[in-house]
């Protein structure tokens, strides 16, 4: 079982850096997980922007993200970040870290995420 808790949302203007944090709690430490960041606007699906393998630290990106986004962990603090830059008005979402129990490789879908947070909203302008 996992807790995950989002924050650092807040309304930007384009160009600006933004950093989420996503502050977890595991029943289970000695378990690895794969950690995402997802992303849901207004009429639209809930889509993957980065995901990270706590065991190994390998990141994955969603196309639209690579070069601009930076997914990290803290291990220390059982923190995942996901730094945020030059944000576009299409980034504007609320925005979701989640948890599955399996590698990270193949855990590109919304659906092999058990537990989610409440979410953070981002709005740019």
């Known amino acids: 079982h996992v807790q995950l808790v989002e924050s650092g949302g807040d309304s930007v203007q384009a160009g600006v850096s933004l950093r989420l944090s996503c502050s977890i709690s595991?029943?289970?430490?000695?378990?690895?997980?794969?950690l995402g960041w997802f992303r849901q606007a207004p009429g639209k699906e809930r889509e993957g922007v980065a995901r990270?393998?706590?065991?190994?630290?390998?990141?994955y990106y969603a196309d639209s993200v690579k070069g601009r986004f930076t997914i990290s962990q803290d291990n220390a603090k059982n923190t995942v970040y996901l730094e945020m830059n030059s944000l576009k008005p299409e980034d504007a979402a609320m925005y979701y870290c989640?948890?599955?129990?399996?590698?990270?490789?193949?855990?590109?879908?919304?659906?092999?995420?058990?537990?989610w947070g409440q979410g953070t909203q981002v709005t740019v302008s």
């Open positions: 989640a948890a599955a129990s399996r590698p990270c490789r193949g855990a590109s879908d919304v659906t092999e995420y058990v537990f």
């Open positions: 990270i393998a706590t065991g190994s630290g390998n990141t």
């Open positions: 595991y029943r289970y430490p000695d378990e690895h997980y794969c």
